[in-house]
């Protein structure tokens, strides 16, 4: 049975759903690294919110992990190169908590307007300030909007409806979407200079840290007011406060800090400061949302194989997985053969689907093939990663569906371009179930591809087969199967052999000096 950890605090829906999907669930929350550390090794998922930080270090502990589910949207505490490289999913919930994190927005963009921590808390303590708090209306202000995805066009919507004016920067906001959303799309800089409000909402990534720089608050409009519902990380803190300070800034409420829990803060304190300890999804609506979504979607994972909202690897529904499961297994078969045998930098591959094998989705069979061809070069390589990697190596990476019919019910093809050419390798499933090798390098052979197995290439000739198996027998060498396929009668013949043990080099040299072979190669499957 499946393990997880609920390491934060998680509404109990989500262990519900856990024990009814079947698996096993522990919440421990509070734990530090260290301590999470010696546990992390026992678990298969590890369910999360903001606080618990799956780190390299805790990731290089996590022996049995495969999966870590976000209940939430951020996932900068989640080393994500890690876990990919780890062969760990990862998944957060992206909708559940979003109208909540914008209404947050939209109700520290008020508190700020009309100064209402302040004006609460001197009223409480029996001032009746009246005429302390003069407040500004945001009716017909603009409303600078840095990120436009989930939550920013939500804020958006929001403020159109108290009738504000919005302004964009978002560098992935097409001119169309920006029409849909009735925003205008427009520069940093333009924004910085137009807006009265200004309010954050993307995530924080290499281009996004700081993005609110000293440099950049300096060219903001004076009386400028600012909310952070966002990450800490993306706003220059000192200059921020300095900003308040010198009156520049109007006012700043953040809900979200560089360091968190931010308990001590150089900005507490300061005049039209607010603050909520990253209260943006904690609304009981939003919390139910996003431990439903994420029980389901780990358990799915899990139990299944079905995977979504994957950050590194593609979707998979739960009633697809175990369609696609033997099509996986040719698929990467297919990827590790042309891995094997074909030499030097590939350039290019492509994975060409017909039959039955059209009909599904291609993603996950073109992880597969990756993963089979990336592991020639990496044991850690899995469906998560090898796409990452194959990015990095700079294959270009192409996926066809053919409507066709074919000679065989269901078909993959995996080619793969080499400085000797293109070279392609085909298989099927017999039974919908068994991967069988039907095409290698365009002459037919019909093979399982299973555990040690010897390739030749050789001149068609009598006595070929005998000599060769002569020579196996006196290495001890015992045959399991025995494929032989050739262009035609004389030509040039490919065998693959499926033997008991490893073939060594030793013996590799001895194939390779009988007459008549060209190639010969150990594989493994
Ligand atoms: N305070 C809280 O409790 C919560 C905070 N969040 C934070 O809000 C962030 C945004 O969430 P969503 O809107 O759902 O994400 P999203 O992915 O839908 O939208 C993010 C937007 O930021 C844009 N973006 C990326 N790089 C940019 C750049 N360099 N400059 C300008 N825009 C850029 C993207 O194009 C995208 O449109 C999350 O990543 C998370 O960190 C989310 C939920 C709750
Ligand atoms: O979903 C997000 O990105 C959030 O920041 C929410 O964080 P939390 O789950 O409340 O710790």
């Known amino acids: 049975m499946p393990k997880v950890l609920i390491s934060d605090k998680m509404d109990p829906k989500a262990a519900e759903i856990f024990r009814a999907r079947g698996v096993e669930v522990d919440e421990i929350t509070g734990k530090t690294p260290e301590e999470l550390k010696a546990i992390i090794g026992q678990y298969d998922g590890l369910a999360i919110r903001s606080s618990t930080k799956a780190t390299k270090e805790i990731l290089e502990a996590a022996t049995n992990l495969k999966v870590i589910g976000r209940a939430g949207i951020g996932v900068d505490n989640v080393d994500i190169p890690a876990a990919s490289a780890k062969g760990v999913v990862v998944m957060n919930t992206p909708f559940g908590n979003s109208i909540t994190t914008a209404e947050h927005a939209i109700a520290l963009m008020f508190a700020l307007a009309r100064q209402l921590p302040e004006a609460d808390l001197s009223t409480q303590a029996g001032k009746w300030e009246k005429n302390r708090f003069m407040g500004v209306e945001l009716t017909g202000k603009t409303l600078g909007l840095i990120g436009a995805g989930n939550i920013g066009s939500i804020v958006a919507d929001r403020a159109q409806g108290l009738k504000m004016k919005v302004v964009a920067f978002d560098p992935f906001l097409t001119p169309e979407r920006a029409i849909e959303m009735g925003v205008e799309k427009v520069s940093l800089d333009d924004l910085l200079l137009r807006a009265d409000f200004i309010t954050l909402h993307t995530p924080l990534t290499d281009q996004t840290r700081n993005i ?80 439903i979504q994420v029980a389901e979607q780990m358990a799915d994972f899990l139990v299944s194989g079905g995977v979504t909202n994957a950050l590194n690897m593609p979707s998979l529904s739960a009633e697809e997985a175990p369609r696609l499961k033997p099509y996986m297994a040719l698929a990467e078969k297919l ?97 919908n179930a068994a991967p069988r090798l039907v095409e290698l390098f365009g002459i037919k052979v019909e093979a399982d591809l299973a555990g040690p197995m010897l390739y030749i290439v050789n001149e068609d000739a009598p006595g070929f087969i005998g000599r060769l198996g002569t020579t196996l027998g006196e290495a001890g060498v015992n045959i399991g199967t025995f494929h032989l ?41």
């Open 212 to 291: 609110l720089s000293a440099e950049n608050l300096a060219k903001t409009k004076r009386g400028v007011r600012i909310i952070n519902c966002a990450r800490g990380g993306l706003i220059d803190e000192a200059a921020l406060k300095e900003g308040l300070e010198s009156g520049h800034i109007a006012g700043a409420a953040l809900d979200v800090f560089a360091v968190e829990p931010a308990k001590e803060h150089p900005l507490f304190g300061t005049p039209n400061f607010v603050s909520t300890p990253h209260l943006g999804a904690s609304t009981t609506e939003a919390q139910v949302n996003v431990a």
């Open 335 to 431: 990827g590790s053969l042309v891995g094997q045998l074909a030499h030097g930098d590939l350039k290019n591959i492509a994975i060409e689907s017909e039959g039955a094998a059209a009909e599904l989705n291609q993603k996950p069979i073109v992880g597969a093939v990756l993963a089979g061809l990336m592991r020639v070069h990496s044991d850690t390589v899995n469906m998560v990663n090898a796409p990452f990697l194959a990015k990095e190596r700079g294959l270009d990476v192409r996926e066809v569906r053919h409507d066709r019919e074919g000679d065989y019910h269901t078909m993959v093809r995996v080619t793969v371009g080499t400085a000797q050419g293109d070279r392609s390798v085909a298989g099927t499933l017999f039974g």
């Open 485 to 525: 396929g050739r262009r035609e009668a004389g030509g040039e013949a490919i065998l693959l052999l499926s033997v008991d043990d490893v073939v060594s080099e030793a013996l590799l040299a001895q194939v390779r000096a009988l007459p008549g072979v060209k190639t010969a190669m150990a594989l493994t499957f």
